[in-house]
């Protein structure tokens, strides 16, 4: 308890410190602001070349994301060790900044705040335990950049040495100025400032006596001014600028779900823009989010292709945009204002082509991102332009386009009809019904489970527990066509269009209100893509079904084996549709051994089917899937459980090529194995 004499506590502001240098104080202040503006001006009208954005709806969800994700470091804490340091490095800034201020507003403004309890116990003790904080965060970001050096951390580049001895001295040269006050002036509240008071008897050693101290102190307050407001200026020049552009970029980012929506394409317009051709087909926002970029590299460790060793680097992809944005400023702006500049092509002499091709668009990148980059729309974009302008795609993309095209699937060679998976079930087809009316929700099948031998199996799970449930449904049957998915991730926007709207014709025509899907990628596009066409639909996971027919007593199972399964989260289900629980819901009601992978939920390691892979092999590097069977294998589970049919190809392809000895691993659909549990009325009796 602070003493009834503790309301006197305070200090001298300007101590031993002449009018000339407060002087150079404020001269170099309003030096360091004006080009601390002026730096920050060079980036807002490179921003402004961007085409118009709406981003400033809900903003109060927006501030609120700003402060649990940039201001409580929640989005950096999820990696502990690099998490931990940011935030002593951040609260450290924060904390003497704000002291800094206290200063000015005490001394200058004539608003005795710097006193009592609030000096002793904030500007004293607070400032003093921040401040070391700050120095550690300093000294573990410089052993992790330069002793661990993680593989994500570009090495060798001399401004990040920089700022870590700037951010240091700036620290270190404030505690001997408290230090040697302290000393010299006998203070008597040295107490609350333990590591000024440490400081200071470290200095009296040195120095031998206060006149010494008292004579060097002025001059190291100048230089420990001029060395902040020099810090300041250079902010806008330096990677330093995340400090401002990263919480803008965290509270202009899409405001909800879901995250990497492309944008359609206007093809009746006059300037049609194919993709993102040059920097002015990014809207400011996705301007601004190149310079929010702080080369962290979370997004190259998270990405599946990268672990692969396949030719991309989502932090290389930001960062090569963004020098390249940079330096042809002047190109772009004598093009945006009417000029007959030639722009460089982004997608090839930018980006290369390889690396574009390598994504699987999972959003592992996205997820990781701290301050919430969209990668993903960005190389889709980038993507687009390859196909439909340059016309420049693999050659099995190609083939897959020419299929998907041709026979409104993307499966070449398979020779069935859409409905044959169903032979022998009785299903009924959606255009047999009245409007829909007598059926509670209409299965979307999905090409891979009309057209792969494997994915059918999961579509004759799946309706032999509806109809246990007693869940009247029915198919779109041989009018439904594939979603397109496969055509948009792989930049042919023209051809996904010409699949969209005629798959949200026949379902509005049905006048279809309730559809439920086995396919996250058809989950996608049904529930929230196709929203662009107007259509606009309650789309459940099967998943999320049959978890809540078991929640709901209508399906009757036998008691578990207990037999140990690990679940795969699907991308396309869980990073873009936020669906974790539903399927582990299921497994624990089967009474499994369920055991996680190291890499699950928002963490979750691609399959490498995402983004057209399911269709086009990536020769180059490692295979995506045969990490994540190792992943599943390591686990010791005899069953690897997934929801997504793409997924359940890929893993089972991956077991493969994983020595398991005598245990066999196998991957099943988690349907499948609700399937096999069902209690039918005979048995029971």
Known sequence: MINLLAAAATREVEWEVTTAMVAVLYGSMAAALAVFGYGLWRRVRVWRLGRPEVAWDQPLARLRRVLVRAGAQTALLRERF????????????????????????HDKLGIR???????????????????????????????????????????????????????????????????MRIEATDDPWASWSPAGAVTGLALHGIFRSDAALATVYPWLWVGHALLWHVFLATIPFSKAIHLVTAPANIFFARAGPPSSVPAPTDFEAEDVRLGLRTPLDLSWRQLLSLDACTECGRCTAACPAFAAGKPLNPKRVILDLRDHVRGAYAQLREAKTGGENELTPLAGAVIAP?????????????????????????????????????????????????????????????ASGRTDWAEGLDVRELSSLAGGADVDVVYWVGCAAAFDERAQQVARSLV?????????????????????????????????????????ETLNA?????????????????????????????????????S???GEGRLRLAPGSRERVTYHDPCYLGRYNRVFDAPRRVLDLLQV????????????????????HAFYDDEQGDKVNGIRAR???ATGATTVATGCPFCLTMLEAGIGSVATGERRLRARDFVELVADALVEEHDRA
């Open 593 to 612: 051994d369920r055991v996680e992978m190291g890499r699950h939920r928002r963490e979750s390691f691609c399959c490498g089917a995402g983004g057209g």
């Open 82 to 105: 690099p998490g931990v340091m940011h935030a002593l490095v951040f609260f450290g800034f924060l904390v003497l900044f704000a002291a800094t201020v206290v200063v000015f507003v």
């Open 464 to 504: 032999k527990v509806l109809r246990h449930a007693g869940v009247r449904f029915a198919i779109v049957g041989s009018a439904e066509r594939c979603t397109g998915d496969v055509a948009r991730r792989t930049g042919n926007e023209f051809h996904y269009e010409l699949l969209a709207r005629a798959n949200v």
């Open 510 to 546: 049905a006048r279809v209100t309730n559809v439920v899907t086995h396919c996250p990628h058809c989950l996608q596009q049904l529930r929230h893509e196709y929203r662009q066409f107007g259509g606009r639909y309650d789309v459940v996971h099967h998943s999320e079904l049959v």
């Open 354 to 414: 390889e690396t574009l091709w390598a994504c699987t668009t999972c959003r592992a990148c996205e997820e990781a991102c701290p301050v919430g980059i969209e990668h993903v729309p960005v190389i889709l974009g980038l993507r687009q332009n390859l196909a439909m302008e340059q016309v420049a795609v693999p050659a099995r993309v190609a083939e897959t386009l020419a299929a998907l095209e041709a026979r409104e699937h993307p499966f070449r060679g398979a």
């Open 548 to 550: 809540s027919l078991l």
């Open 113 to 179: 705040i710097m006193q009592g309890a609030f000096y002793l116990g904030f500007q004293s003790l607070t400032v003093d335990l921040l401040g070391l904080f700050l120095l550690v965060g300093v000294a573990i970001a410089a052993y992790r950049r330069y002793v661990l050096r993680p593989v994500r951390l570009e090495r060798g580049k001399r401004a990040d040495a920089l700022l870590l001895a700037a951010l240091g001295l700036i620290v270190a040269t404030g505690f001997l100025l408290e230090g």
């Open 631 to 633: 992943e599943a294998a």
